[in-house]
């Protein structure tokens, strides 16, 4: 391979990275959520449109990515929960309060400490399809068992939002093996990343799952591990996982701003 495509193909890919940030990444190769699976999904508004992804971690906070609600105006943020259908909003909306996002987080190409939780102004009230997501001790990390991503984004790279909740397996990739395919493009993978994917590829986030969940299963029970943060595009490219913040990693942050 000459040095005009290998630089040819960095530029292209780093381009994709980039635009992933901009469209906040959604899911491809999934399948529709039940109503009730994930009681603790919510979708995240910015002036009342769809823009991220999030999960409920107790009645008065959710859990997000960091540049989902970087450099914007907090009064504008509010959630839809209890739902998995996008269309027409039916679940119940609730105005955010307050924003807090890592004070370490770098929205460069590698989005370091890309972590944030909201505040809602009204308390949630917890039933069958509005509950919170379990969180991991501080040192707890992935094993070989399935994980799970959920989001209403695109189904394919280039596509449309999906109107109802998407969900899709992948597997935990161990960060020196993300890291050296990352790596080639100047992307560093962190101790406070976690990466997963499938070996065959064509299944992952794309453009607009954002600040979504990673979790993990006991039956009918979820612990959250990590936070959706990016991934390489086209949406499921064979070879590259895609990234989360962990959650485990930041366990402490977030007790000390929400107690749970």
Known sequence: MNLFLILSLTFL???????????????VGGSDAASGHFPFMVAVLYKRLFTCGG?????EWVLTA?????NRNSSSF???????ELDGYS?????????IYHDMFLPSKNLVNDIALLRLSIALEFNKVTRPVALPHPDETPDERPLVIMGWGYNIYKGHPMERLQQATLYHVPNDVCAATYGMFSIHILANNICAGTPGGGIGQCTGDSGGPLVSSKGNNYTQL???????KPC?????AGVFTSVAYFRDWIFNITSV
């Open 13 to 27: 890919f780093i381009r994709a990275i980039e635009c992933s940030r901009r469209n906040r990444i959604r899911i």
């Open 55 to 59: 999960s409920i971690i107790s009645a």
């Open 66 to 70: 960091a540049h989902c609600v970087y």
């Open 78 to 84: 509010s959630i839809i929960s209890g739902t998995v």
């Open 91 to 99: 679940g119940d909306e609730n105005p955010i309060s307050q924003v």
């Open 226 to 232: 990590g936070v959706i943060s990016f991934s390489a």
């Open 236 to 240: 499921g490219i064979l070879g590259f």
